[in-house]
Nanobody, 117 residues
Framework: VQLQASGGGLVQPGGSLRLSCVAS????????MGWYRQVPGSQRELVAR???????DYTDSVKGRFTISRDNAKNTVYLQMNSLKPEDTAVYYC????????????WGQGTQVTVSS
């Protein structure tokens, strides 16, 4: 199982980025897909997650600015980030929960998002 994240980069405050993460390999029964972020010296925190039925929830600091979506046919999850702030700077990781019998979590490699003028 491999999760390939992309879309990070350097953006000015107020700008936008779209992250993508594709799950490939022998992965079945994907349920929850999500994005986490981590800054040096801090714990990894949940940014947003979405169920296979399309229900989403967000951490308070990104509500109204970020939108998570997924394409089940492509095993892909997206994170549209608008009105970016310097405090959004972090390494963003995608996470997928899958498994037909026992749910198992998988992590992507991380993509750097830097918001700076």
């Amino acid at each position: 199982v491999q999760l390939q994240a992309s879309g990070g980069g350097l953006v000015q405050p107020g700008g936008s980025l779209r992250l993508s993460c594709v799950a490939s390999g022998s992965i079945f029964g994907i349920s929850i897909m999500g994005w986490y972020r981590q800054v040096p010296g801090s714990q990894r925190e949940l940014v947003a997650r979405i169920t296979n039925g399309g229900s989403a929830d967000y951490t308070d600091s990104v509500k109204g600015r970020f939108t998570i979506s997924r394409d089940n046919a492509k095993n892909t999850v997206y994170l549209q980030m608008n009105s970016l702030k310097p405090e959004d700077t972090a390494v963003y990781y995608c996470h997928v929960q899958a498994g037909l019998v026992v749910p198992t979590g998988y992590w992507g490699q991380g993509t750097q998002v830097t918001v700076s003028s």
